[in-house]
């Protein structure tokens, strides 16, 4: 289309003038049939004064960019560790369908919604949310817990920082038990070690992989009531993420989208490559037939489809806040709807691609030792940080391998990570937009986050740290951002109306989806959120952590719990407790403050563009006629 209309413009440059005038004289005489109410609105030449004097937002260099960026952001470390175990555990193939029916029910409506709304207020994660004001908390929301994720999950980097460092040797070192952190167990004979996860006889013996893990990089107490002392090597690999990460947007959006090629499409090459590798391998073939041979029977669970629906909403980032911090730098007619579609098929083949990855490299480890796939298949840091590189070392040349493994995880991390970071910042950036819209005062506050961040953070560098990562993420990972994703299609869907809605997407898209709304965001989606909230916490249990070493199971005690859930409470309580105060902080009577919340506040910016499509719209209509 863009290619066409800049051909005619080259080509026919009368007709494009003759085409000018006459969209002037219908315009003049469409305003003069307006309503005399509406006689105080801004004239187009007013409007591109009006926004002529306004700061303009900044723009992604090109329309990919934005794709690329949510590719990056999207598709992390839950597509390597979690989305292969969970496939291989509800049914292999049988898992794809309750899978793809979260996708088409609640993945891509939901990423639309976020999306399109940072799109039409082009506001970030907190003021995009001023299109219903009574639930703008639904933003705050959506920011704490950004930050706590971003706090929790840099962790993660800073442990595949050290296995990287430590892959740059002749010999990795949890291949053997030769290193001052092993105890007398220790067993280089993975067949011994296999047993580790199913036996329960009173001598083990330990795989050198697990006591590295455990007491080499964790240095794991014996509980959370344990700390200990910080890990000085994990603390300045915490400290280097973190650093890496405001390299990357430290500059403005610009540089930062040219950081995302690589960050997001790189890891793809690594993943081709370990592919490739892992195919080659005697039992890969094994491997893949546990992956994805499909147990029907397994679909009669109700955790099947639980796990499948909160999968989509761990992969996909909803109710994070960044994905309307992302939107919000797009043109005001990018076509955000076509871009979540295609970003839904990326995603499947890029979860597809790494189980085939991960199950044909455990069978390979399988076909080696005679131990059973279901002995060592994991997820989590147990898949990324046992079973895998264990596997990594049985190989030829397994130092290369395992380099290019964590180098692998590290970029699904990185542009994870700094995607979210920066929808962080520029929440308070719209916020403080006066401010903050300033560089080097943007980077200030950048350095501000990231070290508030990593020191934070720091407890969980700590010898019982693992307790607390944990913690976090079982808390703040899952159910809540359920929560906020109801109150998302009630803020679009009902209070703000479909209706209205469908509207402004036509102007954005040129076409409405109102049947898409009305089905999806007022109707499905939250629906389908509401019972994963309601099968989440009857099939909730008490957080307990597994020691592989001795295979004795850490039961959390009651005050973590008490902590976990106040947490969590603190992240959607901000929905409600926001709504009461602009009630009460509203004139009028109850119904009429009400009602006033319900309108949206459109910065001027947004109102002047809203108005100049509509006009353009309506001309072209007349004009056609």
Not at 258 to 284: D, H, K
Not at 321 to 341: V, Y
Not at 423 to 444: C, K, M
Request: aromatic residues 14%.
């Amino acid at each position: 289309m863009t290619g066409k209309a800049d051909s005619l413009n080259d080509t026919q440059p009368s007709l494009q003038n003759d085409w000018q005038s006459s969209s002037g004289l219908i315009a003049d005489n469409a305003s003069q049939k307006t309503d005399p109410s509406e006689e105080n609105t801004p004239t187009s030449d007013d409007s591109k004064k009006e926004e002529s004097n306004l700061t303009k937002r900044e723009q992604w260099n090109k329309k990919i960019d934005f794709l690329i960026a949510c590719t990056g952001y999207s598709i992390g470390l839950g597509n390597v560790w979690r989305f292969p175990y969970l496939c291989y555990k509800n049914g292999g193939g049988a898992f794809l369908l309750p899978y793809f029916i979260s996708v088409f029910v609640v993945g891509i409506p939901m990423f639309l919604l976020e999306v399109s709304v940072g799109q039409l207020m082009s506001r970030g994660g907190i003021e995009a949310w001023n299109i219903c004001p009574l639930l703008k908390g639904i933003g705050y929301s959506s920011i704490i817990i950004a930050f706590l994720i971003n706090m929790y999950y840099n962790i993660v980097m800073a442990w595949t920082l050290f296995y990287l460092f430590a892959s740059f040797t002749v010999t990795l070192p949890w291949s053997t038990c030769g290193g001052v952190w092993n105890t007398p167990n220790c067993d280089e004979n993975i067949t011994n070690t296999m047993k580790n996860y199913t036996s329960n006889y009173s001598t083990r013996a330990t795989d050198p992989v697990i006591e590295y893990w455990e007491r080499r990089v964790l240095g794991l107490s014996e509980s959370i009531d344990d700390l200990g002392s910080l890990r000085w090597d994990l603390s300045l690999c915490l400290l280097l993420a973190w650093l890496i990460i405001f390299l990357c947007i430290f500059r403005g959006l610009k540089a930062t989208s040219q950081v995302t090629y690589f960050t997001a499409l790189s890891p793809y090459v690594l993943l081709i490559i370990l592919f490739g590798r892992a195919v080659s391998l005697p039992g890969a073939t094994t491997g893949l037939a546990y992956f994805i041979s499909p147990n029907w029977t397994q679909l009669t669970s109700y955790m099947v489809w639980s796990d499948a629906g909160t999968q989509i909403f761990f992969s996909y980032a909803i109710s994070i806040g960044s994905l309307p911090a992302l939107g919000s730098f797009n043109d005001f007619h990018h076509n955000s709807f076509r871009d979540c579609c295609l970003f839904a098929c990326v995603n499947t083949l890029a979860s597809m691609l790494s189980g085939c990855v991960i199950f044909a490299t455990l069978g390979y480890m399988s076909h080696e030792t005679g131990v059973s796939i279901h002995a060592v298949a994991d997820s989590g840091p147990g898949l990324a940080f046992v079973a895998y590189p264990k596997a990594l070392s049985t190989l030829p040349i397994s130092p290369l391998w395992s380099t290019l493994f964590f180098v692998m995880l590290f970029l699904l991390g990185l542009d994870s990570q700094f995607v979210s970071v920066e929808g962080f910042v520029t929440a308070f950036t719209d916020i403080f937009p006066h401010l903050l819209n300033n560089l080097r005062n943007r980077q200030i506050f950048m350095i501000i986050s990231c070290l508030l961040s990593f020191f934070i953070g720091l407890p969980m560098v700590t010898n019982g740290g693992m307790y607390i990562f944990q913690m976090f993420d079982f808390y703040i990972g899952s159910r809540i951002i359920l929560v906020v994703a109801i109150f998302e299609c009630i803020a679009v869907g009902y209070v703000y109306g479909a209706k209205k809605y469908a509207d402004h997407l036509r102007l954005m898209f040129g076409y409405g989806l109102k049947l898409f709304i009305i089905v999806f965001w007022c109707l499905l989606s939250p629906a389908f959120s509401l019972i994963l909230l309601i099968l989440s916490i009857i099939g909730f249990q008490s957080l307990t952590y597994k020691r592989q070493s001795t295979g004795e199971v850490y039961q959390y005690p009651t005050w973590t719990i008490v902590c976990g859930w106040s947490l969590a409470s603190c992240c959607v309580v901000m929905i409600p407790l926001l709504a009461i105060w602009k009630i009460l902080k509203a004139k009028g009577s109850f119904f009429e403050r009400v009602k006033s919340l319900t309108k949206p506040h459109f910065s001027q910016e947004v109102s002047i563009r809203l108005e100049a499509t509509k006009s353009s719209m309506d001309v072209e209509s007349e004009y056609s006629i």
